[in-house]
Structure formats: structure tokens, C-alpha cells
């Protein structure tokens, strides 16, 4: 399996460990994607346990606005962070 393929993966499996604690096995609720934020990008993001940080970033990704973030949501905000630390890390 190439590099991509395992990063694909591990996208998958990391939504696939927080969707569905409370409900939707295919979409995260607020809870959920605090607990992700938190536990998976806690180095990148910082104090995410701030209710309104968290609020924020659940309605910046919720763009349908069915009060749920699904996995292209989701796959937006890692497009995003990983676009701003390949520009704060890697263009020296």
C-alpha cells in the first residue's frame, strides 16, 4: 500500500473512531468532533476544548447545516490544516 493510500486509511479510521459514539455512524455530532479535535489535532489546533472554539469550527464545517458534520466535512478541515502546515512548515 503507497504512503496516499495509508493516509486515506487512517483519514477513515480516525472519523470512523468518533462518528457514531452517539448516533450517526456516518456523521460527527458537536461531542464527537470536540473529542477528535481534541485527542487527533490537539498539537495543531491548540485549546479546543473551548465551547466556543468548538462551536465555531463545527459551523464552519457543518456546510449543508444539518447539525452534523459528515466525512467530506470533515476531509475539509484536513485539506485545510494540512494546506497551512505545509505552508508554515515546508516552504522555507
Known sequence: MSDIQQAMALLIAAFDKYAGKEGDKRSLNKGELKDLLQNEFGDLLGKTSDKAA???????????????????????????????????????
Open 54 to 92: 468548538v462551536d465555531c469550527i463545527f459551523k464552519s464545517l457543518d456546510a449543508n447545516a444539518d447539525n452534523s458534520v459528515d466525512f467530506k466535512e470533515f476531509t475539509n478541515l484536513v485539506a485545510c490544516l494540512t494546506m497551512v502546515c505545509h505552508e508554515r512548515f515546508c516552504q522555507k
